[in-house]
């Protein structure tokens, strides 16, 4: 088998395991609705004082509130990805079985994180996104290729997604235990990527300095794509820079693992 191949089955292997969860998926689009139900009253309460926070008129804030449900799962914002597993293979030792296979770790982890992506953007997103649009007035888009250029936005916040969960799990190497870093990974993606409110409503230096992490690059890049409000050339490559940046560094922190384990006899 091809290596294209070889990761196009990981990638599809990824897919139908989370197709499997039927029950978990049912409860996480309940979850997903009820939350946004949540925030969606939280937001127009809040833009009826404010009617032009964060440069958002109240419909486009309602849309917000609902491609954040839709995506919270596809771009794991709150974990559910493949760092919990890689953090436990890291712990029990059998990260030196992975390490040995004559396949990239990173390729393979990146691989299965896709499959996984594609598949809570189908089930969960897209379902997300109906009682948010029956509901309320929503600022979605009428244009074909606005949509393409949010999808395209979207595989970018995938992306780099799985760069920063790579790199915090691989810190298990040295910490033993990566469920503290883990942890502590998502409470700064849900509140740095705009899940809790837009990035665009924090005013002066702090909110330059959240818009320019790579978290921004989950939710508020493909929002803002989504509603017109930026060009995407620019935004993908502000998401591809980080991602690219990331990656180095899992590489070289995985180099660095490899070489420890050896050392260690795993």
């Known amino acids: 088998m091809g290596t294209g191949r070889l990761y196009a089955a990981v990638a599809a292997g990824g897919f139908r395991r989370h197709a499997t969860y039927r ?11 009820v939350f946004g139900l949540i925030l969606a009253y939280v937001y127009m309460a809040l833009w009826d004082e404010r009617p032009h926070l964060g ?8 849309t917000y509130v609902w491609i954040g449900q839709a995506l919270l799962a ?12 890689l953090v436990e ?37 897209v ?53 503290g870093a883990t942890n502590v990974s998502w409470i700064v993606a849900t509140f740095c990527s705009g899940m809790v409110l837009p990035l665009n409503a924090f005013p002066g230096v702090f909110g330059d300095l959240v818009r320019a992490l790579p978290w921004a690059s989950l939710l508020q890049s493909p929002a803002d794509v989504l ?3 930026v060009d995407p ?4 490559a502000f998401q591809l820079g980080w991602a690219a940046a990331l990656l180095a560094l899992g ?10 384990v050896v050392v260690q006899g795993g």
Do not use: H, K
Request: glycine share 8%.
């Open 23 to 33: 029950t978990a998926t049912a409860a996480g689009v309940f979850t997903n609705t």
């Open 55 to 62: 440069g958002y008129d109240q419909s486009q804030a309602l």
């Open 74 to 85: 596809a771009v794991s914002v709150m974990g559910g990805g493949f760092e919990t597993e």
């Open 89 to 125: 293979r890291i712990r029990t030792g059998d990260i030196a079985i992975d390490l040995y296979r004559p396949v990239d770790l990173q390729l393979w982890w990146l691989a299965a994180d896709a499959g996984r992506a594609l598949f809570q953007l189908l089930a969960r997103g």
């Open 127 to 179: 379902i997300c996104m109906v009682p948010g649009a029956l509901l309320f007035s929503l600022a979605l888009p009428t244009d074909p290729g606005t949509w393409l250029a949010f999808l395209v936005a979207v595989a970018f916040a995938v992306l780099v997604s799985f760069a920063i969960r790579y790199v915090v799990a691989l810190w298990a190497f040295w910490l033993m235990d990566g469920t």
């Open 227 to 229: 509603l017109g409000r």
């Open 233 to 236: 050339l620019p935004t993908y």
């Open 251 to 260: 590489r070289l922190l995985q180099s660095a693992a490899t070489r420890r």
